[in-house]
């Protein structure tokens, strides 16, 4: 037996009281779960502690809870010492309870023709990776569009796409997903991280529906303007200042000896808006010993029309940039943008060399000491480096380093899934979500590692935003500066 003590989250709505943390210490046995502590406070400390579950075994979902933020399963979370357990973020019955049947109600049933037809093989492998769903809703209690509109949330949409892959189903579900909110998912891809099933609803579900719609000509104007500017430029934005590919050489040379070697792809925000930040990379990679070799021929990795379900040009983008590196022999393509990282990683077949975002380059060959420099920050995490490429400690390592780092919750910013562009006062509402929690933190910089977010964010908070790049280049610059100062030995 082991004794823990935890903290649970306890509020009855219907008698006034206001909600409280009330702390727990039970024994159970080693390996018990989650599911097993609140077994025990209520069994024998706590009978009134209110909490759903059925069968024991993660397959009904009735169990759903937050442990310490996260949505898990009681009955398969490990429990642990010192852990909160908090319900859903969903509407409360009571304590751990949340009220569960409104939102199932809005699942779509299946619209049958009136002749029977035969579901084929194919259908049904089709349909598997999306019919394996709980009904827990932890995907919709994490949702941030939820949160500021009227989105009826991603186990909707997987259930729409779910049935208009089915063949005995007549209704057009691209039309009713368009109605029910199917353009205001940002891709932030919360909802399969948090899933038990590990559903992938954002490239599973929302990115196919969205093809549909396409298909049917309900894409939204401003994501097939955006189309039509890939198509003639090759890039998804247009130019404000002089490009970065304008302002270097094919290939940039380290100060020193070279200790590696890689491609870079710089994506359009870098290029066409951003340039100086991609600039100050290319000065820490040369302080740092990295030979960068810059193809000319690069255009955008395509992540805008992955994300809004806009195939049409994707297979030359996707050939056009494979090219460019692997005609070079490149081994390792370094990225920065965190959205071009995610789509050249998971949309991209066969890629022949390895993607690497710079925050990984850099912690892989390991970087020079820089200077502290007197700075509190807080990091934002862009979803597609958080989610989409599963990098979470590197950017804080070499942030660490530089600065004092005070965190704030993960969430996105609203610039993702075409939501910026499509629907600007959805992004602008979970810009403020953003401003809210970077004044929480008392921090006087915000970094993050996506030109998207850094954009985004900086319309929605009067601190600096900066680059993990430029964090770094500031702090070589003040490194040097001392050494000038200090007097000769």
């Not at 954002?202 to 039509?228: C, F, M, Y």
Request: glycine content about 6%; proline content about 7%; overall charge neutral.
């Amino acid at each position: 037996m082991t004794t823990m003590t935890i903290t649970i989250f306890r509020h009855d709505p219907a008698t006034g009281e206001e909600p409280r943390y009330v702390p727990y210490t039970v024994e159970v046995n080693e390996g018990a779960r989650v599911l097993h502590l609140l077994h025990a406070i209520h069994d024998q400390i706590d009978p009134t502690l209110s909490y759903r579950y059925c069968c024991s075994s993660g397959q009904c979902g009735s169990c759903a809870v937050r442990v310490d933020g996260k949505p898990v399963l009681a009955c398969t979370a490990e429990a642990r010492d010192g852990i909160t357990i908090e319900p859903l973020d969903l509407p409360l019955k009571k304590d751990l309870v949340v009220d569960l049947v409104p939102l199932l109600a809005d699942l779509p049933p299946l619209v049958p023709g009136v002749e029977s037809v035969m579901v084929t093989k194919r259908a049904v492998e089709a349909i598997r990776p999306l019919s394996t769903c709980i009904g827990c809703l932890a995907c919709v209690s994490i949702c941030p569009a939820m949160k500021v509109t009227d989105f009826l949330g991603p186990t909707v949409m997987r259930q729409e796409m779910r049935l208009a892959l089915d063949s005995r189903d007549t209704c057009d579900r691209a039309t009713r997903a368009v109605a029910e909110g199917l353009y205001t998912c940002t891709s932030c891809q919360a909802c399969w991280e948090v899933c038990p099933k590990e559903i992938r609803i954002p490239g599973k579900a929302i990115e196919k529906l969205r093809s549909l719609a396409n298909k049917q000509g309900l894409t939204l104007p401003r994501h097939q303007e955006v189309a039509e500017l890939v198509r003639a430029t090759g890039r998804s934005v247009t130019r404000t200042v002089p490009t970065f590919l304008e302002q270097v050489p094919d290939q940039i040379e380290p100060y020193g000896p070279v200790r590696a070697t890689i491609g870079f792809f710089v994506g359009c925000m870098y290029n066409m808006r951003l340039p100086q930040t991609a600039l100050d990379a290319m000065e820490v990679l040369k302080r740092n010993g990295i030979r960068v070799i810059i193809p000319r021929e690069q255009v955008c990795c395509g992540s805008p029309l992955f994300r809004t379900g806009q195939g049409k040009y994707l297979a030359m983008l996707v050939r056009r940039n494979i090219d460019a590196f692997r005609f070079r022999k490149i081994d390792i393509v370094m990225t920065m943008c965190a959205g071009c990282g995610s789509t050249i990683k998971n949309d991209y077949l066969h890629v022949p060399f390895k993607v690497m975002d710079i925050n990984q380059v850099l912690t892989h060959f390991g970087i020079e000491p820089p200077a502290k420099l007197a700075r509190t920050v807080t990091y934002h995490d862009p979803c597609h480096l958080l989610r989409g490429q599963g990098i979470r400690e590197e950017p804080r390592a070499l942030i660490r380093q530089v600065a004092d780092l005070v965190e704030m919750p993960s969430q996105c910013c609203g610039s993702g899934g075409g939501v910026k562009a499509g629907n600007p006062a959805e992004a602008d509402a979970l810009g403020e979500m953003r401003r809210a929690a970077i004044e929480e933190t008392g921090a006087d910089t915000v970094i993050s590692s996506c030109p998207f977010c850094e954009f985004h964010v900086s319309q929605h908070t009067d601190k600096p935003v900066m680059n993990i790049a430029t964090l770094l280049l500031e702090a070589y610059r003040e490194k040097d500066r001392q050494a000038a100062d200090r007097p000769p030995a």
